[in-house]
């Protein structure tokens, strides 16, 4: 049975909104990505067969296939060609799974996949607006189907409200939001002061370490948030970070491995996705973790560590409830909350982290999900080798 290998992985530091990655053009954060997993490895980049990238909001400098960009700029090989890949907040997990298909396949043996995001450039839905106003289009990409709006009413389609809807379910209340967040910046602060991300990143300019971990915050100050959605729980101290960043994995075939002299740190193990409820929208990680497992035949407690993204406190409470994992082994260097959800970039972010924390500690399996618009989440299981 053929295998894809994860070879290398590599992040930028996730900048802040305005913060020391806003003004650097996102195929260039792809680029500085790239660059660094070319020298890491020691691949020949004319080698490569594709570049599978993700992003969201394709407009300005986010338009235009920036996979090929953010190669080109790279200043690689032109006869490489590139592929932008949009599945919402898991476009670069998605991203991943392409790479690892078609290595899986036998049709490719090295791949480039990750993502790049610029949020502070091009901010969440705000291209989507601004491509469709000038063409009189007003309704947005749900309310102005006959179609959905006959399956699913004039219900409101939006991250809040569907984070709401999930504290609601599981019966997740603000304090326990709040004691989530809180810890999500310690554990991303301990793991800065620990030096733990230094192998994973590469620091681009003056930005050498992650923007968002906040040293300064306390329960008093998270308390005093007004709520997002009037008679709501959710806050902002509850909610990922808008965010800057990229980052890039190299993935390889068996032949590639021995071509190239390439030595092979972990191996992908399962890959898949599944679909919910696209109005609660971000408890999808749930029923995906579950068909995962079933799939494999594994159960939670054979993983080591889990990332699941935070892009809202009550996606992970709810998945803990559900799954029965060990929050001593999910996100143990903090996650969205601290660190920060650039969009299209935070899969391949995650997955980065994944891989080098299953190194430092000696874990074997590690489990990525994360929740994605319309009610989507992908999982990756992969094998530390």
Known sequence: MAEAYIVEAVRTPVGRRGGGLGAVHPADLGAHVIKALVERSGIDPAAVEDVVF?????????????????????GLPEEV????????????????????????SGTQDLVVAGGTQSMTQIPIAFASRQAAEPLG???????GSTGWRARYGDAPVNQFHGAQLIAEKWGISRQDMEEFALGSHRRAIRAIDEGRFARETAALGDVTTDEGPRRDTTPEKMAALKPVLDGGTITAACSSQISDGAAALLIASERAVAEHGLTPRARVHHLSV????????????IPATAYALKKTGMTIDDMDLVEINEAFAPVVLAWLKETGADPERVNVN??????????????????TTLLHELERTGGRYGLQTMCEGGGQANVTIIERL
């Open 54 to 74: 993700g992003c969201l909001d394709a407009v300005g400098p986010q338009a235009g296939d920036i996979a090929r960009t953010c190669w080109l700029a790279a």
């Open 334 to 351: 903090g996650g969205g909350i601290a660190l920060g959800h650039p969009l299209g970039a935070t899969g391949a972010k995650l997955m």
């Open 137 to 143: 289009l007003t309704d947005g990409p749900y309310a």
């Open 274 to 285: 599944r679909g919910e409820d696209p109005i609660r929208m971000l408890s999808a990680p």
């Open 81 to 104: 060609p590139g592929v932008t890949v949009d599945r919402q907040c898991g476009s670069s997990q998605q991203a991943l799974h392409f790479a690892a298909q078609g290595v899986l």
